[in-house]
Nanobody
Framework: VQLQASGGGLVQAGGYLRLSCAASGRTFSSYAMGWFRQAPGKEREFVAAISWGGSSSSYADSVKGRFTISRDNAKNTVYLHMNSLKPEDTAVYYC???????????????????WGQGTQVTVSS
């Protein structure tokens, strides 16, 4: 699976961005998908995940209620809708795919098999 993340940019605090991750290669719909981020000087952290069918999702506490993950298997794309953005959301955002039988992979990132190249999100105060 090849993953291409896009949609990052510069936005003011309180603003909105939608990230997209387009997948190609093997069957996209059989993979759970996740978003992670890494800010300068910090470790990579889990943001959100969605099951292969879209029925289950999970979020980091820091984004719960502000971010929404969704997927369109017909378009081989997963999205991250980011509302009420804060300066602390500034990071490079990565999408990843996990070949899990059911449910969601653990948020540590170790179960993800494929990673995209990242897209920069910068939130100004």
């Amino acid at each position: 699976v090849q993953l291409q993340a896009s949609g990052g940019g510069l936005v003011q605090a309180g603003g909105y961005l939608r990230l997209s991750c387009a997948a190609s290669g093997r069957t996209f719909s059989s993979y759970a998908m996740g978003w992670f981020r890494q800010a300068p000087g910090k470790e990579r952290e889990f943001v959100a995940a969605i099951s292969w069918g879209g029925s289950s999702s999970s979020y980091a506490d820091s984004v719960k209620g502000r971010f929404t993950i969704s997927r369109d298997n017909a378009k081989n794309t997963v999205y991250l809708h980011m509302n009420s953005l804060k300066p602390e959301d500034t990071a490079v955002y990565y999408c990843a795919a996990a070949n899990v039988v059911a449910g969601l992979p653990p948020p540590d990132g170790l179960s993800y098999d494929y990673w995209g190249q990242g897209t920069q999100v910068t939130v100004s105060s």
